[in-house]
């Protein structure tokens, strides 16, 4: 397969929700929300939105597969093709946020407190956390709706729980909204990295088992 005709076989793949999701949620909370300041809210849902939709996508594509059987007589390991179907939605995830930080910039928009170079690990880092997880949680549970429930779960918790958590010294550093949320410029930038660094452990942990769960699921 040539490599154009493959990535759009994977872009089919990943199915519709990862990729129609993020553009038309920022679209309808922009016209739900015009009267009440959209921009604000715009760059509310670089944070919120954008990182929820990766974290979904990633639980649903990392379930039991299908056709499991047909996977196992093709020369692609599993879990290549796995990756090529998550780097569709944290490509697609990205250039949607560029999109928007753009729309944001260009609009005079963007909140001062950080610049727009700095400011895009608003979405990056709590992206690639949830994307782990739910890598992770896919992976381990092998059932799409139970892993994407999950984290859902997760995301809901730390919205409704935020003060708690950035009141304690270890759940403060793994808080997915502290931007919207209103942390210190010195927490928020340790909390950024330590988002990134933990979604590097969880990440590699779902790919470990990814590849065992397919194992399971061939044998």
């Not at 956390?129 to 059932?143: D, K, N």
């Not at 779902?206 to 699921?217: A, I, N, T």
């Amino acid at each position: 397969m040539r490599p154009l005709a493959l990535w759009r076989h994977e872009i089919r793949r990943a199915g519709r929700a990862p990729v129609l999701g993020p553009p038309l949620l920022a679209g309808a909370l922009v016209v739900i929300t015009w009267a009440d300041h959209p921009l604000r809210n715009l760059f509310v849902f670089l944070e919120l939105g954008l990182p929820l939709t990766a974290g979904l996508g990633a639980a649903a594509l990392a379930g039991r597969d299908p056709a499991a059987e047909l996977q196992f007589t093709m020369p692609t390991a599993y879990r290549s093709t796995l990756m090529r179907r998550l780097a569709v939605i944290a490509a697609w995830t990205a250039l949607v946020a560029v999109a928007i930080s753009a729309v944001l910039l260009v609009a005079d928009g963007w909140p001062g407190t950080r610049g727009p170079v700095a400011g895009q690990l608003t979405w990056l880092a709590p992206g690639l956390w949830l994307g782990a997880f739910g890598l992770l949680a896919g992976a381990a549970l092998r059932i799409p709706a139970a892993a994407s429930g999950i984290v859902a779960v997760l995301w809901l918790v730390e919205q409704l729980f935020g003060g708690a958590f950035q009141q304690h010294f270890v759940m403060k550093q793994l808080f997915l909204f502290a931007t919207t949320q209103g942390a210190a410029p010195e927490e928020w930038a340790v909390n950024r990295l330590t988002l990134i660094g933990t979604a590097v452990v969880l990440g590699a942990g779902g790919w470990l088992l990814s590849g065992r769960s397919y194992q399971e699921e061939s044998e």
